[in-house]
């Protein structure tokens, strides 16, 4: 759970297979709102960073990728936001309408030797930027999990020691985000992928 107002920050990172608005990745292209807008129902979500130059929310810094991204590459994919808790987090993420798009990701997506996100607490008032948000991403891709930079498989608390999940808050908060999800999970069913 949250501690003393931390809040637990996630930054995913990916590749598409080609570029966005293509053919090949219209499933994400369409999805991606709906994602967006499941994670603001979710119940611990506190917030997420835009896009500069796009409608939304207002962008965290100026956005760059980590060093996978080659120069010249396109079709990086990222995001960035706050939740209360890793229970939260883990309830959106494996469950609804975000889960539904994990299932096609393979289908828009390169293989990758890095790992998919990283997570990590933010002291309290404190907004990270998409350049803290990398260098912890590369610190797990370079180290592995500590409590500067973990995922789901390795947590850690908003004090630094190792979190044991709490499974049942997991289900349970899983069951109240898919009564506030129920028609963007029924759009989502019947996208193209």
Do not use: C
Not at 65 to 86: E, K, M
Not at 134 to 156: N, Y
């Amino acid at each position: 759970m949250s501690r003393g107002n931390h809040h637990l920050a996630i930054y995913n990172f990916g590749i598409h297979s080609a570029s966005y608005m293509t053919d090949e990745v219209q499933g994400f292209a369409l999805r991606e709102p709906l994602n967006f807008e499941a994670a603001t129902r979710a119940v611990g979500f506190v917030a997420r960073s835009g896009y500069a130059g796009e409608p939304g929310p207002e962008s965290w810094g100026e956005q760059v990728f980590p060093r996978f991204l080659q120069a010249g590459q396109t079709g990086a994919v990222s995001s960035l936001s706050l939740w209360q808790d890793i229970e939260s987090l883990m309830a959106f993420t494996y469950a609804g309408v975000h889960a539904e798009a994990l299932k096609h990701a393979r289908h828009w997506n390169e293989k990758k030797a890095w790992p998919p996100l990283v997570l990590f607490w933010v002291a309290p008032g404190h907004v990270p930027s998409w350049t803290e948000a990398v260098r912890r991403f590369e610190l797990l891709a370079d180290k592995g999990p500590t409590s500067e930079a973990f995922s789901f498989k390795t947590t850690f608390g908003a004090k630094g020691v190792p979190h044991a999940i709490d499974r049942d808050l997991v289900k349970a908060l899983t069951e109240q985000n898919m009564e506030r999800q129920g028609y963007l999970l029924s759009v989502v069913r019947i996208l193209p992928v």
